[in-house]
């Protein structure tokens, strides 16, 4: 079975400070894929990050970058110089890789991030 | 705008009716994926079908239901509603379910049982 842990429920930052949003994962696959989403007032689901198993290489975009640690089973995500419209609830999400071609994504319970101005 | 189409946006409805909710993958994508977010259970995976034909199952419950018709559609029908059937209902689509593709979410459909 799979599954994501997002310990912080909610977290709240002064503007232009950086925010780690922290995720861990349980799988028995030793080939898997795991996502980064944005929840934002407005309720749609938006696709930030996907990253593979086998690539552990961290990644920036901007003022947002990740940090996969396989020996920790941890795949968490950094803003920095958060802004307000970077309020909303981050999902952190994990899928199998399947040869059956079922993709199906298992999701953390969140973490609410309110910026404060 | 993701491509993927879900109506109705809202619905109301009472304890113990049915409802359908239908979603419109991207052009071209074979695949749609169900989600439901609750307030109890979060972002769960319900079902997924693959140009036409179930492919997984997730903790979808038997008083729901779901199909794909031959022009991709979906629909997801839920029955004997109760209380805790409230939920926001996501479809997604990708493209092929041979590798991986990028799951693209609809708006959700948010459904209040009264």
């Known amino acids: 079975a799979q599954k994501v842990t997002q310990a912080q429920t909610e977290i709240s930052v002064v503007e232009k400070e950086d925010v780690t949003l922290d995720c861990v994962y349980e799988t028995r696959d030793t080939t898997y894929y795991l996502f980064w989403y944005k929840q934002p007032p407005s309720g749609e689901l938006v696709f930030l990050i996907r990253?593979?198993?086998?690539?552990?290489q961290n990644e920036i975009s901007g003022r947002y970058s990740w940090n996969f640690q396989k020996s920790t089973s941890s795949f968490n995500f950094t803003i920095t110089a958060s802004q307000v419209v970077d309020s909303a609830v981050y999902f952190c999400a994990l899928s199998p890789y399947s040869g059956a071609g079922s993709y199906q994504l298992t999701f953390g319970k969140g973490t609410k991030l309110s910026v404060i101005p | 705008d993701s491509g993927v189409t879900q109506t109705p946006k809202h619905l109301i409805t009472a304890t113990g009716q049915r409802v359908t909710l239908r979603c419109s993958p991207r052009s071209g994508d074979l695949s749609v994926y169900w989600y439901q977010q609750s307030l109890d259970q979060g972002l769960q995976f319900l079902i997924q079908?693959?140009?036409?034909?179930?492919?997984a199952k997730g903790n979808i419950l038997e008083r729901f239901s779901a199909q794909q018709f031959p022009d991709l559609h979906s629909e997801l029908n839920l029955s004997s509603l109760e209380l805790g059937d409230s939920a926001l209902y996501f479809c997604?689509?990708?493209?092929?379910?041979?590798?991986?593709?990028?799951?693209?979410f609809g708006p959700g459909t948010r459904l209040t049982v009264l």
């Open positions: 079908y693959y140009n036409g034909e179930e492919r």
């Open positions: 997604a689509s990708s493209a092929t379910s041979g590798t991986y593709n990028e799951q693209f």
């Open positions: 990253r593979n198993s086998f690539d552990e």
